[in-house]
């Protein structure tokens, strides 16, 4: 706790308030950029997030710093709040002017406590499913993105390939994240009226082998299968986080349904088709938010909040003739990305 105490009194001395960070000039070192991930490094997520980033800030003289808090794997908040005081007294000592932060977690145990509505340094947060009032964002020194499922256009997609697919199960985890997204889902079907499809069964759980009971009640009580996020759930026997991969692999062995997913590691985890967000959007917008505030010598919290809006359709033939779905030539066609 005295800690704890003592980094708290250095954010007061070190970012005081006043004015911002961050303008570039000709002849100055890098500004720094200080990325801070919710999640891992070989999350595929992450990876084409920072791609995003490092095309929008691609000729600008910067200094990108990452680190990352493994919230998909370590869910123990003790832990978590101790990474977040770790990448805080990271940002004591590099002093950068923006600090990036993604996903929730991330502003769960960074942001929202410590940095929030500060002088220095500016925050842009993308990747955030929360409503942003959780965190107190927009604030003087924070912006950024929220990240928004394309449930709609995803439903839309599942009929248009296969008809008679009326009733629709999905399956999410325990994660915040999925909690958020459904709340998502739910207030864009009260704006926007009824999904393409209904949605028979929203059934969310922590463990694998609950996972594997829920896939197959879906068998007899759906006509499609929808899977929201799975990166979390558990061995009930071991306790150990089993990887995407394996409940992605699995799922693909005991589901007869045609599959929807949201996320982007639905190109690797074999879902038949869906409209797909982007992280590297998320990247890209983040970063020419941190673009201007470098630039510009803006103030983060002058910058209005942005949502991704582009969608990656996606199909994935393989899948499609395992299933005995035929898929229409015009939607292939039409499609960013198909797997063959």
Not at 230 to 254: K, Q
């Given at each position: 706790?005295?800690?704890?105490?003592?980094?708290?009194?250095?954010?007061?001395?070190?970012?005081?308030?006043?004015?911002?960070?961050?303008?570039?000039?000709?002849?100055?070192?890098?500004?720094?950029?200080?990325?801070?991930?919710?999640?891992?490094?070989?999350?595929?997520?992450?990876?084409?997030?920072?791609?995003?980033?490092?095309?929008?800030?691609?000729?600008?003289?910067?200094?990108?710093?990452?680190?990352?808090?493994?919230?998909?794997?370590?869910?123990?908040?003790?832990?978590?709040?101790?990474?977040?005081?770790?990448?805080?007294?990271?940002?004591?000592?590099?002093?950068?002017?923006?600090?990036?932060?993604?996903?929730?977690?991330?502003?769960?145990?960074?942001?929202?406590?410590?940095?929030?509505?500060?002088?220095?340094?500016?925050?842009?947060?993308?990747?955030?499913?929360?409503?942003?009032?959780?965190?107190?964002?927009?604030?003087?020194?924070?912006?950024?993105?929220?990240?928004?499922?394309?449930?709609?256009?995803?439903?839309?997609?599942?009929?248009?390939?296969?008809?008679?697919?009326?009733?629709?199960?999905?399956?999410?985890?325990?994660?915040?994240?999925?909690?958020?997204?459904?709340?998502?889902?739910?207030?864009?079907?009260?704006?926007?009226?009824?999904?393409?499809?209904?949605?028979?069964?929203?059934?969310?759980?922590?463990?694998?082998?609950?996972?594997?009971?829920?896939?197959?009640?879906?068998?007899?009580?759906?006509?499609?299968?929808?899977?929201?996020?799975?990166?979390?759930?558990?061995?009930?026997?071991?306790?150990?986080?089993?990887?995407?991969?394996?409940?992605?692999?699995?799922?693909?062995?005991?589901?007869?349904?045609?599959?929807?997913?949201?996320?982007?590691?639905?190109?690797?985890?074999?879902?038949?088709?869906?409209?797909?967000?982007?992280?590297?959007?998320?990247?890209?917008?983040?970063?020419?938010m941190a673009r201007q505030v470098l630039e510009r010598g803006l103030a983060a919290g002058g910058l209005p909040v942005r949502v991704n809006t582009k969608g990656i359709v996606v199909?994935?033939?393989?899948?499609?003739?395992?299933?005995?779905?035929?898929?229409?030539?015009?939607?292939?066609?039409?499609?960013?990305?198909?797997?063959?």
């Amino acid at each position: 706790m005295r800690w704890v105490l003592i980094c708290l009194l250095l954010v007061q001395a070190l970012f005081p308030g006043g004015s911002a960070l961050g303008q570039t000039r000709a002849g100055q070192s890098p500004a720094r950029v200080f990325v801070v991930h919710s999640y891992d490094a070989e999350y595929v997520w992450c990876q084409a997030l920072n791609q995003g980033l490092r095309a929008a800030l691609r000729g600008l003289p910067v200094e990108l710093e990452t680190v990352y808090l493994d919230a998909k794997h370590d869910l123990d908040q003790d832990s978590l709040r101790a990474k977040g005081m770790n990448a805080l007294a990271k940002i004591f000592e590099r002093r950068p002017a923006v600090v990036i932060a993604v996903d929730d977690a991330a502003q769960t145990h960074l942001v929202a406590p410590h940095l929030r509505n500060r002088g220095e340094p500016q925050v842009i947060f993308c990747g955030v499913n929360a409503p942003l009032s959780l965190y107190g964002y927009p604030a003087k020194n924070v912006s950024g993105v929220r990240e928004r499922w394309h449930f709609r256009e995803s439903f839309a997609l599942l009929r248009k390939i296969q008809p008679s697919a009326r009733r629709v199960a999905l399956l999410t985890d325990m994660s915040e994240s999925s909690g958020y997204v459904l709340d998502d889902m739910a207030e864009e079907r009260r704006q926007g009226g009824p999904f393409a499809v209904k949605t028979v069964a929203v059934r969310r759980t922590d463990s694998f082998q609950q996972w594997q009971r829920l896939v197959r009640a879906a068998q007899k009580n759906a006509d499609a299968l929808a899977l929201g996020i799975y990166l979390s759930l558990r061995d009930e026997n071991t306790g150990a986080v089993v990887p995407g991969d394996t409940v992605a692999a699995w799922t693909d062995s005991a589901n007869r349904l045609p599959t929807v997913g949201f996320a982007d590691y639905v190109l690797r985890h074999g879902q038949m088709c869906g409209v797909l967000e982007s992280a590297q959007e998320q990247g890209q917008l983040a970063g020419a938010m941190a673009r201007q505030v470098l630039e510009r010598g803006l103030a983060a919290g002058g910058l209005p909040v942005r949502v991704n809006t582009k969608g990656i359709v996606v199909v994935n033939l393989r899948t499609a003739d395992r299933l005995k779905v035929q898929i229409p030539f015009e939607i292939i066609e039409a499609a960013e990305v198909v797997l063959k």
